[in-house]
């Protein structure tokens, strides 16, 4: 069973940052926290992840709680390309760990 | 740096068939893992290879079997096809430094999409 729980649905006009939530509140000391978005019928495309602090890329902003049980994936200004299904994902970064995915949320660019 | 590829896009197959699908890893990449997406559905792990073994299992049947290449491209082979079957197949590449040391960001292919008749 997936380890995260997120909001089914979400839109999000043009232009404005998109602030897509996931709460994880039994993730342990060793789990990152990834974020993963699925353009109809493509692959998974990989965000960004983080353990504890926050982080930021050229696609998005990862803010993770100071308690480590939620985070925000915030994409600052959104196009209608971002539209997708976005999943958050608590994976150990050892062994064989695999991916386990819920069924994330789906994020609608309104024009 | 070439990314994640599969082969072929689209297959159709009959039930009772077998099918071979193909992953060519990410460059410095050495490790595959499986993965199955249902329509609706998020994916579910199937299996990972690393150092040409298989390397953890989801829960799926023995008909579910791969295989990892010295160059580390992998092969997905499903036994007796059933229309439950019918997915889009991912396989996703990354790095594991061994030793039980981190395993990196796993980086998808396009995947396959699989339907049985």
């Known amino acids: 069973d997936a380890k995260t729980t997120q909001p089914p649905s979400m839109d999000c006009a043009e232009g404005r940052a998109a602030n897509l939530p996931c709460n994880h509140s039994?993730?342990?000391?060793?789990?990152?926290v990834y974020w993963y978005r699925q353009i109809h019928s493509q692959g998974p495309q990989y965000i960004i992840h983080?353990?504890?602090n926050n982080e930021t890329n050229e696609m998005a902003s990862l803010i993770i709680t100071e308690d480590r049980k939620s985070s925000t994936l915030i994409l600052p200004h959104a196009t209608l390309r971002d539209t997708a299904v976005y999943y958050c994902?608590?994976?150990?970064?050892?062994?064989?760990?695999?991916?386990?995915f819920g069924t994330g949320t789906r994020l609608t660019i309104i024009p | 740096e070439t990314g994640v590829t599969q082969s072929p896009t689209h297959l159709i197959k009959t039930r009772g068939q077998q099918v071979t699908l193909r992953c060519s890893s990410q460059?410095?990449?050495?490790?595959v893992s499986w993965y199955q997406q249902a329509l609706g559905q998020g994916p579910q792990f199937i299996f990972q290879?690393?150092?040409?073994?298989?390397?953890g299992r989801g829960n799926f049947p023995p008909r579910f079997s791969g295989l990892q290449f010295p160059n580390y491209s992998s092969e997905l082979n499903v036994n007796a096809l059933e229309l439950d079957d019918s997915a889009l197949y991912l396989c996703?590449?990354?790095?594991?430094?061994?030793?039980?040391?981190?395993?990196?960001?796993?980086?998808f292919g396009p995947g396959t999409r699989l339907t049985v008749l």
């Open positions: 290879y690393y150092r040409e073994e298989e390397n």
């Open positions: 460059s410095g990449h050495n490790t």
């Open positions: 994902i608590v994976r150990a970064n050892f062994g064989n760990e695999k991916l386990t």
């Open positions: 996703a590449s990354s790095l594991n430094r061994g030793g039980g040391r981190s395993t990196d960001t796993q980086y």
């Open positions: 039994t993730i342990s000391g060793n789990e990152y």
């Open positions: 983080g353990l504890k």
